[in-house]
């Protein structure tokens, strides 16, 4: 094998991936939709933050489905050069396949150093107050880590196939936290915290093998429990925990004349 092959043949394997997708899309749009939680992407150069109107699977545009494919290819062929990493935490980041999405994750070895000084749970404008498949509207949920006033690292848990584990995807942001939220729930970290720190709570409590709930939500479900984990493990105080739990049980309307109102989570399976 000369060299370049190697990225030849993944790249074959990459568009094998993509042609069969496409056809299932299509295959989908004939028959019963599946509901999914993930969000469509508003667009914006200071704060690309997605909405969370729940869209159907047959829907989603082949641009946003390669999109997510090559973060798991990315991952994966990320997998050789970061296996004499000692950082347990980049280690286990860089070389889980398919669990974590990281190709948006800037300069990570640095980045996981990173003081974390507020953790920002954010409820996504849903900009229609709209639900599909005769649900109620829900938010899409993610959590910024934020690591000074101009930077942050958001963490959210993204749906797989119906019945396929979902990806916790990193993204190196620009600002601390999302203006594009409907709610935001913050929290004041301990001090000495890191990026690593947080991101070693979730793969303790293994809350990166996580199936979503086959409605296509769980998203609240995942964050409400990691509240609870980063508290027990002294990252967040117990109230602070309690408070962002409430609030995730909660739909959060973009139309801001709409109160809020409780909405029933759904949860997925941790396995």
């Not at 409820?123 to 005769?134: F, L, M, P, T, V």
Request: proline content about 5%; aromatic content about 8%; some cysteine.
């Amino acid at each position: 094998m000369q060299c370049g092959d190697g990225a030849q043949v993944r790249n074959t394997s990459f568009s094998v991936w993509l042609s069969s997708l496409e056809k299932y899309l299509r295959l989908r749009s004939h028959v019963k939709t599946t509901r999914t939680c993930c969000p469509r992407n508003e667009g914006s150069h200071r704060d690309n933050s997605y909405s969370s109107t729940p869209i159907y699977l047959a829907s989603i545009t082949i641009h946003r489905a390669h999109d997510c494919i090559q973060t798991r290819f990315s991952s994966q062929s990320q997998h050789t050069s970061h296996t004499t990493m000692t950082d347990p935490v980049y280690s286990h980041i860089m070389n889980t396949d398919g669990s974590w999405g990281t190709s948006r994750f800037q300069t990570p070895a640095a980045t996981l150093t990173l003081p974390v000084h507020k953790i920002h749970f954010a409820a996504h404008h849903n900009i229609h107050d709209d639900g599909s498949d005769n649900m109620p509207p829900t938010n899409h949920w993610s959590m910024f880590l934020e690591t000074s006033s101009t930077s942050s690292v958001r963490v959210e848990v993204v749906p797989g196939c119906a019945g396929s584990p979902g990806m916790v995807v990193l993204e190196t942001k620009g600002y601390a936290t999302t203006e594009r939220a409907s709610r935001t729930e913050t929290a004041v970290s301990s001090p000495g915290m890191t990026v690593s720190n947080i991101l070693s709570v979730i793969i303790s409590k293994k809350r990166d093998r996580y199936i979503f709930h086959p409605v296509g939500e769980g998203c609240c479900f995942w964050l409400a429990t990691l509240a609870v984990d980063l508290a027990d493990a002294g990252v967040i105080s117990s109230a602070d925990a309690a408070r962002i739990r409430n609030s995730l049980a909660m739909y959060w309307p973009f139309n801001n004349r709409l109160p809020a109102e409780q909405r029933p989570m759904s949860e997925g399976q941790f396995y």
